[in-house]
Each structure stands twice: as C-alpha cells, then as structure tokens.
C-alpha cells in the first residue's frame, strides 16, 4: 500500500510540474505593469498582508466591489501568490528572522498553474460580481490558502475591458499537532497540505495507547486537488486507528479511495462523488474471542447531480441567481463477513447490509457576505445567506426489510447588521405497509450576534437551540445527548430516548494576546439537554446541564487545527462519569459552512 501511494504521488507531481512549466510560458505581465504605473499593486498587497487590515472588523456583500465593472470583458487575467513569510508577525525580530528562514527553506509557494486550475471566470468573457466573489471565496476555501483577493484593474472609465489580479496568499504547509488525551493515551498530525506547491497534500496520523497492541497505530492519506482543472479532487488511504469512515463498535482498519466535485458555485454544471472502501475489525484491545465481533465490509457510494434553471437576467439586469439542482445517489454497504458472537438489537442494525437509492431536487439561493471573528482569529470568512428548499424521495433496504423513504428540509439564513440568524427544519420517514415508520422531525435555530468591538478583545455571542422527535420509531436507533448532539463533553451510551431539547449558549471572546504568532480567545458555553421516552412529553424529559469554559488557540498562518483546551462540570451525571472533566482537543476544524448542495441522504445516520 505504501509503495502504491508513493508511486501515485509522484505521477500527480509530474503531471503539475509539467502543467506548471506550460502556464509559464504564456505568462504575460501586462496587468503588474499596469499596477505599478498607478500603485494599485501596493494597495492589493496591504488589502491581504497588513496587520491594520486582519484587525479590521468589517461585513459587507461579497460582490459589492466588483458591481461597478458589471459586463465589461475580461481581458487578461493576472495571477499572483503571496509567500507565507510577508504575514510573519512577532515582537523578537531575531526570533522571528530565524523562523522565517526556516520556513522558506522548506516551504514552496503555491504554483500559478495550481490557482488557475481553480479559476471558473476566463480572459474574454464579461465580467460577472458575483462569479468573480464565488471564485474568490473558493479560493479561500481552500486548505494551503489563508486569503484571496481579486483585484479589477480598468484602463479608463470609458474602456469596455478591464484586466484582472488573482492574489492569493498561503500559509505555511507543514503541520504537526499532538494530543495528549490521556496519560495513557495520545494522537498526533503530521501533515503537508501543499507538496511542491502542487495542491498535493500528504497527511499521517499517529496514535499511541497502552491497552493496544501494537501500542502504535497509524493512518496515511494522499489527496491532490482540482486535477487539471477539473475541480475534482482525488484521494487514496489507508487507516488502521478507525478514523476513516466506520459502521461497527470494534476498531476499523480500511483502505479508500474518493473523487470528490463540489458545487464550487451555483452556475456549476454538475457536482458529484464517487468512494470504494474495504473495511474490517481489528483486535487491537486484545478482547476474547467470546466478545470480539470479528466482520468486514465494503462500501460503494456513487452520487451526482446537475444545475438548471432560467439563466436570463432579472429586472435589475443581474443574473437570476435562484437554481435549480437535480441529484441522485447509490449506496451500497455490504458485509463480506458477520460477527459469530450474539449481538444486541442495536448490534444488529449495526452490522446489517444497507443499500440506499435516493433521488432530490433542490431549489437554493446563496450569496455571501465577507466578514471576520465568527469561528477564524481575524481571517476573512464568507457567510452564506439564502435559502434552501429540497426533497428527496427514494427506498432502503436495511435490516432485511425493504422500505420507501421521503424526506423534505428548509434552510434560511440572513444577515442583518453583522447578525447572522439561521433556521432549519428537516422532516421525514418510512412507509412500510402504508404505514408511516421512523418518522422524524428536526428543527434548529441559530444565531451569531454582530462583533462588539472593544479595544483589547472583541466578542461575538452565539446560541443554537434544537428539537428532534421520532414518531412511531421501529427499526432506526434512538436520540442521545453526547457531544454535538447534546452537552458537549458528555457520553453517556445509556441515555437514549424519542424525543430531545437542546439548546447552547456561548460566548467567543477573541483576545489580543498572541504568542509566537498565535492568537487566542476565551469560549464560555452552557448546554442544556432533554431526552425523554416515546409517548412522553420532552417537557417532562430528564434534564441535564454542562458548563465549560475552554481557551482556543490557532495561528492563521500555519496549516495548524484550532487547538482547545476545556474544563467541563456536569452537575447531574451517569455510569462511571465524572462531575469534572478537562479536555485538550488539536484537531478542531472550526468553519462555517459553505456547501451550496450535500448529497441525498436521509436524517437517520
């Protein structure tokens, strides 16, 4: 396996670096020449490296600086990266000249052909704001890039034409982060998310721990992104610490490969993915025979789907940017062996063939707005707002019983003021001898409050409250309140139950203090949970609390996680936990979400 990974790396790499020497040779400097005779490279370069600037806390429509060059042609396209080094911020000069030098011996900027390869907007068409602000925040989404700016470069207010400046500026690529979630216990990232500057990225994850055998474990993942230009991004693996994609109880080791194409705006035509995994159990934990359920499986998922809609202009003479998309999906979870030990009713589900064939249609409206200190220490983060509207209607074979599925979800989301406030609500279920089965309802409520700047931190508050309930649940697994899904930090496998209430208050209290160029914030949060029994009111449900208080950490500038550390009490607790727990988490990937479409799935998983 690691001879195949090795060998497709370097064919990836060959194929960039060959692509990379045909981009420049057509390189044409005509659009830096201009910027130079009027000084509007200087003022792009400060609009994504100065200090003044990340501290600035702003929120405004993403399009709104392209809107005055609206249907002039696009002339030339100018593409430029900004090394990792011009952002390096640190009071110890010596300190700081030692560490860059470090980094540039190791670190390659970003190749010019790897952003073109990401570019959807082309020399000779007329230039659309709000195509030009998709592909600027794509670019931003992107993994090895911190921010990105497009630039309009115009000849004169009567010129039919402008030119453009694509600025991109990376972060350092290399990342290693450690884990220590135990004295006994621990896991580590070593990572680089842009391999010669290629958009190649190689991940290996560590784990130790003492009750295993062997003590280590470890996963290894390749992946390169939009290849060719396809927007397609490609990625092998090999796991054997169960943090691939898992079904059973026991630790999973498994091989998989993924192709994935996101809908990276919404005039893309298609967008879709394809997995093949082989997964098997693992006696790592050294467990008897008796109670070891030993199984593998494989997993195919196939999925795809298609734009349309009106394309002509509303009355504004903008385009209509409400769209239509039309999906589809197959999965195929198939078990090549099954435990030979007794199992449980909820093990049984577990360890069941499942075969999945759904179809959607969805009609969405997106748009964003750029603002700063929702989830990033001072990067310039894009939040949706519009809505989305979908059906998805399909069946499921699971558990030996073959049923119809439907299911119908509404997003909404709006700005108003720096305030971000977003509702959704799922519905959905079986019909088994025209019987309603596992029916569901789940609805969530969130809000991000405007930034209040002070002078030596700025907070932003924010608060969720949700509610699930299943109606005449048969076969499908009942609600908790772990984690995510309840009281963060909380695990507790025997509270379960068909009706839940949860809601979560938090405060993000991002400071000015900063230490070897990471910032940090200070996150008060209190969760509330209610889980209550089928026919039962979730009113009358079991109540249970946790308050926390965590310090997070990230430097912007470094392909680094979040790393949090919090301290947790639980004043009403189950089995064997404990009132006071404190916890450090170094892979804590904290983003707003931005996926336009997901594939269609049902609420159950």
């Known amino acids: 396996m690691a001879r ?6 370097a064919f990836l790499s060959t194929i960039g670096v060959a692509v990379a020497q045909k981009a420049d040779s057509s390189r044409h400097n005509g659009v830096l020449d201009k910027l130079k005779n009027n000084n509007l490279a200087d003022k792009a370069i400060r609009s994504v490296v100065r200090k003044p600037e990340a501290d600035t806390v702003f929120n405004f429509k993403s399009e709104d600086a392209f809107i005055p060059y609206e249907g002039k042609v696009i002339r030339k396209i100018q593409v430029r990266t900004i090394h990792f080094n011009k952002v390096i911020q640190d009071t110890s000069k010596i300190f700081r000249n030692k560490l860059v030098r470090i980094g540039e011996a190791v670190h390659t900027d970003t190749r010019t052909h790897v952003i073109r390869d990401n570019l959807f907007i082309h020399e000779g068409e007329r230039l659309n704001p709000y195509r030009l602000a998709d592909n600027e925040r794509y670019l931003r989404d992107l993994n090895f890039i911190k921010d990105s700016r497009i630039l309009v470069v115009p000849y004169d207010e009567d010129a039919d034409s402008v030119d453009l400046l694509v600025m991109t500026r990376d972060v350092f690529s290399y990342g290693v982060s450690l884990d220590p979630s135990s004295p006994t216990r621990a ?4 990572q680089n998310a842009n391999i010669a500057g290629q958009g190649l990225r190689f991940a290996y994850t560590g784990v130790y721990d003492s ?13 390169q992104n939009s290849i060719n230009g396809t927007f397609v991004t490609a990625t092998v693996g090999y796991t054997d610490i169960d943090n691939g994609r898992g079904v059973g109880n026991e630790n999973e080791s498994a091989v998989y490969l993924r192709l994935d194409r996101p809908l990276f705006m919404p005039y893309a035509r298609w967008a879709g993915g394809i997995e093949f995994s082989r997964n098997w159990s693992r006696n790592v934990f050294v467990k008897p025979d008796s109670v070891f359920a030993r199984y593998a499986y494989s997993v195919q998922d196939y999925w795809g789907g298609f734009t349309f809609g009106e394309t002509r202009a509303t009355r504004l003479g903008r385009e209509n940017r409400h769209r239509r998309f039309l999906a589809a999906r197959v999965l195929d979870q198939h078990f090549i062996s099954l435990p030979d030990i007794e199992l449980n009713a909820r093990e049984n589900l577990l360890y069941s063939n499942r075969l999945l064939v759904l179809g959607q249609f969805t009609l969405f409206k997106q748009n964003f707005y750029k603002t700063k200190y929702v989830f990033g220490f001072g990067r310039t983060e894009d939040v949706p707002y519009g809505y989305s509207a979908s059906f998805t209607a ?6 030996g019983v073959t049923r119809p599925y439907w299911g119908g979800e509404l997003q909404k989301s709006i700005t108003r003021g720096g305030n971000i406030l977003t509702l959704d609500t799922q519905v959905g279920g079986y019909f088994h001898f025209s019987k309603g089965e596992d029916m569901i309802t789940n609805i969530t409520f969130s809000y991000f409050s405007k930034v209040y700047d002070k002078s030596k931190y700025k907070v932003r508050h924010f608060s969720e409250v949700g509610y699930s309930k299943y109606f005449n649940r048969s076969i499908k697994l009942p609600f908790d309140i772990n984690n995510e899904r309840g009281v963060q930090g909380f695990v507790a496998d025997s509270l379960a139950g068909d009706a839940r209430l949860r809601a979560r208050f938090q405060a993000l209290v991002f400071t000015n203090w900063k230490l070897l160029g990471f910032n940090f914030a200070v996150v008060p949060q209190i969760d509330f949970a209610l889980l209550s029994q089928r026919n039962q009111s979730v009113l009358k449900g079991r109540l249970f609390q946790g308050y926390s208080v965590g310090l997070r950490t990230r430097n912007e500038n470094l392909i680094f996680n979040t790393v949090e550390v919090r301290g947790y009490f639980y004043p009403v607790v189950v089995e064997d936990l404990n ?6 988490t170094a892979s804590l990937r904290i983003k707003y979400p931005t996926t336009l479409v997901k594939p269609p799935d049902t609420f159950f998983n």
């Open 4 to 9: 195949f990974l090795v060998l497709l790396w």
């Open 187 to 190: 896991n580590w990232i070593f």
């Open 211 to 223: 009750d295993r055998r062997p003590q280590i474990g470890s996963s290894y993942a390749l992946s």
């Open 394 to 399: 399909g069946w499921e074979k699971q558990f």
């Open 579 to 584: 009132h006071f727990r404190i916890n450090i």
